[in-house]
């Protein structure tokens, strides 16, 4: 059981680049979330999808795309990044929206 | 006023001291409440979930919730140095559109 698993680690990009994050979770779970952590901030919430082909926006949805093709995962794109974007991504998902949200490892995502 | 506040430390004590970490808040609809634990250049693990007020126990750990004063604790007893890490409170209203985490607290036990 790998749990939730978060695509790449480490990432430098450009302004103006494009990239994708890749979530992928083995337990099964209904709903997962994308979160940015910044010093002072807290974890915001980006987009969430409460079941497979679904989204909803969260607190900080500009700039960021989603999708849930497959129940198991959970991409976050941005089109063009920003230097704003600077942050660490974490992947999470839950069995319902009231339990336990299981977290990933991170993805450090520079925009120079 | 963010929505929920916590003193970011950094805190250091000696092993084995009590530990007090708090957080407060402004939306009285706020029901459910959560500490997450999260280590260095890892991702946060939930540790305490409480529903209302009182008080929950889950071995040197105490979370206690006083929803008069909007006012939340994590208590650690015998902190060890394994418990160095920055703790995130979060809470969550009944109507679960999201959960709203504060911003941390550092931790740092001394052996």
């Known amino acids: 059981n790998a749990g939730v698993t978060q695509t790449p680690k480490f990432r430098v990009l450009k302004t103006g680049q494009s990239m994708t994050l890749l979530c992928a979770q083995d337990?099964?779970?209904?709903?997962m979330y994308w979160y940015r952590q910044d010093p002072g901030m807290g974890l915001r919430l980006i987009h969430y999808?409460?079941?497979?082909?679904?989204?909803a926006k969260g607190e900080v949805p500009d700039g960021y795309n989603v999708s849930r093709l497959k129940k198991q995962n959970f991409l976050l794109g941005l089109e063009s990044a920003a230097p704003s974007q600077t942050s660490v991504y974490f992947c999470?998902?839950?069995?319902?929206?009231?339990?336990?949200?299981?977290f990933g490892p991170g993805t450090r995502l520079t925009v120079l | 006023q963010k929505e929920v506040e916590q003193d970011p430390g950094p805190l250091s004590v000696p092993e084995g001291a009590i530990v007090s970490l708090n957080c407060t808040y402004s939306?009285?609809?706020?029901?459910?409440f959560m500490w997450y634990r999260q280590y260095s250049r890892k991702g946060p693990e939930l540790l305490m979930y409480?529903?209302?007020?009182g008080n929950k126990e889950d071995g040197r750990f105490t979370a206690q919730v006083d929803k008069s004063s909007k006012y939340i604790s994590l208590f650690i007893r015998d902190s060890q140095p394994s418990d160095s890490a920055t703790y995130l409170c979060?809470?969550?209203?009944?109507?679960?559109?999201?959960?709203?985490f504060g911003p941390g607290t550092s931790l740092s036990v001394i052996p």
């Open positions: 999470a998902s839950s069995y319902s929206r009231r339990d336990t949200q299981y």
């Open positions: 337990m099964n779970h209904e709903y």
């Open positions: 999808s409460v079941g497979e082909g679904t989204t």
């Open positions: 939306n009285s609809a706020f029901q459910y």
């Open positions: 409480t529903y209302s007020s």
């Open positions: 979060a809470m969550m209203g009944t109507s679960y559109d999201k959960v709203i």
